[in-house]
């Protein structure tokens, strides 16, 4: 079965928590949507406390959307690693997800509509 992506704007309000941290609230999220993998809700980057986001040198490469670039997350008590991730330069299907990033949803970092 072929990958499918489609990405839509995400309706209402959307917040991302690490360590208890508001690090971002937006009304302007995307979804995106691919074949075999849970939704993943991107935030605007300027909707994002970037001053918690250190660069990774961590890279994947996904064949639907190109190459990622990795975060790790500065919370009061402890290092995220690689728990943030951004598409710099998309492939062109997926422009739309250009200049936001996507968080890994877990015990430490949440991502909830409110």
Same mark, same amino acid.
């Not at 406390?49 to 990795?70: H, V």
């Given at each position: 079965?072929?990958?499918?992506?489609?990405?839509?704007?995400?309706?209402?309000?959307?917040?991302? %928590?690490?360590?208890?941290?508001?690090?971002?609230?937006?009304?302007?999220?995307?979804?995106?949507?691919?074949?075999?993998?849970?939704?993943?809700?991107?935030?605007? %980057?300027?909707?994002?406390?970037?001053?918690?986001?250190?660069?990774?040198?961590?890279?994947?490469?996904?064949?639907?959307?190109?190459?990622?670039?990795?975060?790790?997350?500065?919370?009061?008590?402890?290092?995220?690693?690689?728990?943030?991730?951004?598409?710099?330069?998309?492939?062109?299907?997926?422009?739309?997800?250009?200049?936001?990033?996507?968080?890994?949803?877990?015990?430490?970092?949440?991502?909830?509509?409110?």
């Amino acid at each position: 079965m072929a990958e499918r992506i489609t990405i839509r704007k995400a309706d209402g309000k959307w917040v991302v %928590r690490a360590g208890g941290a508001v690090l971002g609230e937006t009304t302007e999220a995307l979804e995106l949507t691919e074949t075999g993998h849970a939704p993943e809700i991107y935030f605007p %980057r300027t909707d994002i406390a970037m001053a918690f986001l250190d660069p990774s040198e961590t890279r994947a490469t996904c064949p639907g959307k190109g190459e990622a670039s990795y975060y790790s997350i500065e919370t009061k008590s402890q290092t995220l690693k690689d728990a943030a991730w951004s598409y710099e330069a998309p492939k062109p299907e997926v422009e739309r997800i250009r200049g936001h990033l996507a968080f890994h949803s877990g015990d430490s970092v949440t991502v909830e509509r409110i």
